[in-house]
């Protein structure tokens, strides 16, 4: 009978003594588990995508600075009564000076025969043209095509009037609406941006964060009647920064 509870003893210290050292090889396996290379994949994938994300909205939190020089280059169709017509146009970024009382960029744009400037407010929103040594037209406050920071699904309505001084001084009050619709990529002869699809009005803007300026514009559908801009080629001296 004695013999019987000893044995019955050291059995249970022994089932005692194994469970003990499974659980010891559970705990070491669970820190291997842990701090093992693999272990975190998901997790740093999920980092990732919303670093990447939030790379995204950091490229279009801000409007760009614009370098004096940077060069782009467009081949600008205009399709009407069923024919294409087609020219070259380059925007230069002249300068950097009030217009209007407003800090603005200065835009030389050379089509065929015509030079002239279009002036662009710091959100890049057109507020004039200027060509001839005189004032050709203005948008009061301005034809707010951008406004920062840009989000997918934002929406708002751009009121303005423009002043037509070629003519004397016509205004013509006008509203227009402005959806940002996606972000996608676009290919155009310069190459395949990622762009956010603007739509104001009738007209649509592909705007590349990459280059800080529109890549394509379009009004209408192509081949029918309508317009179409894309950029074909372009020349930043230097990096563009996001803040002054």
Known sequence: MGKVCGDDVRGELRTLKTIRTLMIIFILILVNVRCSPTANIGTQNSRGLNNLYAN??????????????????????????????????????????????????????????????NIYDTDLNWIGQYGEGKKLQSAEPCIRVFKWPLRIGE????????????????????????????????????????????????ETFWYAPSIGWVVREQIGSSGKDGWLLVLEEYRIPHRIVEKE
């Open 56 to 117: 995204e909205k950091i490229d279009i939190e801000y409007p760009p600075v614009l370098v004096t020089g940077s060069k782009f280059t467009y081949q600008d169709t205009n399709f009407s009564g069923g024919k294409t017509h087609k020219v070259t146009t380059v925007m230069v970024v002249e300068e950097k000076k009030e217009f209007e009382k407003k800090m603005a960029y200065w835009i030389d744009v050379r089509r065929k025969k015509e030079n002239y400037f």
């Open 155 to 202: 929406k708002w309505s751009s009121e303005y009037t423009l002043r037509d001084y070629s003519r004397g001084v016509h205004l013509h009050p006008s509203k227009i609406e402005v959806n940002v619709r996606t972000y996608e990529k676009v290919t155009v002869p310069a190459g395949i941006f990622n762009a956010l699809r603007i739509q104001a009005g009738e």
